[in-house]
């Protein structure tokens, strides 16, 4: 019985990894602004602005700062 319970708690685990799977997106823009358009790469693809991918459930999680005349901006979902 204990290695049944043992078994079934690292099965939970192993399988509870996959529910918090997160999308994220890489985008890059000159400009930094609620509507300044960005080109992201990544879970989306294309053009939008911040307040474009905050309706679609995106958040800002950071910003990789040195990258080459451009601020590049981590979102996840």
């Given at each position: 019985?204990?290695?049944?319970?043992?078994?079934?708690?690292?099965?939970?685990?192993?399988?509870?990894?996959?529910?918090?799977?997160?999308?994220?997106?890489?985008?890059?823009?000159?400009?930094?602004?609620a509507?300044s358009?960005?080109?992201?790469?990544?879970?989306?693809?294309?053009?939008f602005?911040?307040v474009?991918?905050?309706?679609?459930?995106?958040?800002?999680?950071?910003?990789?700062?040195?990258?080459?005349?451009?601020?590049?901006l981590v979102?996840?979902?």
């Open positions: 019985m204990k290695k049944f319970l043992t078994g079934l708690f690292f099965m939970g685990v192993v399988l509870s990894d996959n529910l918090y799977a997160k999308k994220v997106a890489f985008c890059s823009s000159y400009l930094i602004g509507n358009e960005m080109k992201c790469h990544g879970d989306i693809e294309g053009k602005t911040p474009e991918l905050y309706h679609k459930g995106w958040t800002l999680k950071t910003d990789i700062s040195g990258t080459a005349n451009s601020f590049m979102f996840e979902k």
